[in-house]
């Protein structure tokens, strides 16, 4: 099911992984050019140019921060929490996931003769990095989940934004770029909250908007100099200097042009998510709802993306008993189960369109509903199903075990039964022996025969394994 994947082969021959995890004490040693040639040859393993592409309606393009990166949230715990959600939609779900390999960050960004505090940022972002990788790793080696590195010209964090003026795409594309960036520097122009504050010698710009413009609705920016726009301004000048925290008018929200940064923060994003999604034919995968709704100005059909996002975020309440699984378990389930899993996900398809709406939100309690209205039922009734075979079978057997008991009675005392059946009655007692035939009859897995047609047969076995899992 899995092969050793050449990223980790790399990370196993530099010794940055030992004995499958992480050698933190190699990291704390790394210097910044063992980092940057690291970066350079992972970008150049995992190039987009020469990855295969698999054109399929089931192999999805993450975001950048479901692929685990650091952005719009550097913290190990949220990027943790976001890949978690893409390895169970890659186990469950989806056939090729294609993510941005974020340990090439290194390479596209190098720095000449790095100063300490540098270095030592360099060493936590590699560690967490690293870390992410590992988690991510048996999706990686069993394919399901692709890192590339998109040409120099495609950096995800420093992509030139010319909306109105790029020939690279079509018309409708530029047209809902434009219209995109319009609408996102009018939301940062009138819904954010921006206050500026000196820490020592430093100045820190915090913003502060909904949670769809900014992951937690918070950034901050720490800079050396005040923005020349301040330093006019003699009464913000003497409230900073009194150490107090000044908010900004919109006026000058618009003079520092911070709502324009901010929306081309989203954006950039959202054109190196959808270029790539278009190069490897796939449905781009997204936990962002801002992203969504961009897509739709930029594509006709957003249909895929909108339920893809409901199956993600819903994933574990439509199927709650999936985190009681490894996910390399349940790949073993999927492979074993091929055909089940494709009803399986074409049901599941069927069951969320039916009960989503396209004008309104999918919300937590309709995806319990749905658990609650099909899935479970389901479930429920091919165990009915089974326990009826199989009490079915026992009855069969039960007769033929009585059949039994007369033919070799009557054999024993007419001396028609053959030596070696005698022995074995005499020796274990005829109970045990047919008791034996009839249980290992009924282990045989020709009693599932009867379910292994239904959509949610694949499911069934999920659950199976989940609960076997959990026993042990």
């Not at 609408?183 to 820190?204: A, D, N």
């Not at 189960?337 to 309690?365: C, G, V, Y």
């Not at 008791?435 to 009693?447: F, H, P, R, W």
Request: hydrophobic share 40%; net charge neutral.
């Amino acid at each position: 099911m899995s092969t050793p994947n050449i990223l980790f082969e790399l990370l196993r021959n530099t010794g940055f992984i030992k004995d499958d995890e992480v050698d933190i004490d190699r990291v704390a040693r790394a210097t910044p050019t063992e980092i940057i040639d690291l970066s350079t040859e992972s970008a150049e393993l995992t190039s987009a140019e020469h990855m295969p592409r698999n054109r399929t309606a089931f192999a999805h393009s993450a975001s950048l921060s479901l692929g685990g990166g650091g952005e719009p949230c550097m913290e190990l715990k949220c990027r943790t929490k976001r890949v978690n959600e893409l390895i169970q939609f890659a186990a469950l779900y989806s056939d090729k996931i294609y993510i941005h390999n974020f340990l090439s960050n290194f390479a596209a960004h190098k720095q000449v003769a790095p100063d300490e505090a540098r270095i030592s940022h360099m060493r936590t972002v590699l560690a967490n990095d690293l870390q992410v990788l590992s988690q991510l790793r048996p999706l990686i080696e069993a394919g399901r989940i692709v890192p590339i590195t998109a040409g120099k010209s495609w950096c995800p964090h420093c992509l030139r934004m010319k909306v109105n003026a790029s020939q690279s795409f079509d018309p409708k594309v530029r047209n809902g770029l434009a219209s995109s960036a319009e609408y996102l520097r009018k939301r940062f122009l009138f819904e954010s909250k921006v206050t500026i504050g000196r820490i020592g010698k430093e100045y820190e710009i915090v913003v502060r908007a909904p949670d769809d413009l900014l992951e937690h609705g918070f950034f901050a920016t720490l800079m050396h100099q005040l923005p020349e726009s301040l330093t006019q301004q003699s009464d913000i000048r003497a409230l900073l200097a009194k150490g107090r925290k000044v908010s900004m008018l919109r006026r000058q929200i618009e003079e520092l042009a911070l709502h324009k940064q901010y929306a081309a923060m989203i954006l950039k994003n959202v054109l190196f998510e959808y270029a790539i999604s278009q190069s490897f034919g796939a449905s781009l995968l997204t936990e962002r709802p801002i992203h969504l709704k961009i897509l739709q100005e930029l594509s006709d059909s957003s249909h895929q993306e909108q339920r893809n996002a409901l199956i993600r975020k819903h994933l574990t309440t439509i199927v709650p008993f999936i985190e009681d699984l490894e996910p390399v378990e349940l790949l073993r389930v999927r492979d074993q189960e091929a055909d089940s899993f494709l009803l399986f996900r074409q049901a599941l398809n069927h069951a969320i369109d039916a009960a989503s709406d396209t004008d309104k939100e999918f919300t937590e309690r309709q995806a319990r509903e749905l658990y609650g209205d099909v899935v479970e039922p389901s479930l429920a009734k091919l165990d009915l199903k089974l326990r009826s075979a199989r009490n079915s079978f026992i009855k069969s057997s039960k007769r033929k075990v009585l059949a039994w008991v007369g033919a070799i009675s009557f054999g024993l005392v007419t001396g028609m039964v053959p030596s070696s059946l005698e022995a074995a009655a005499k020796l274990l007692g005829l109970t045990k022996v047919l008791a034996d035939i009839g249980e290992s009859a009924i282990q045989t897995q020709a009693d599932e025969e009867v379910i292994r047609n239904e959509d949610m047969y694949f499911l069934w076995k999920v659950r199976q394994a989940s609960a076997k899992e959990s026993r042990l």
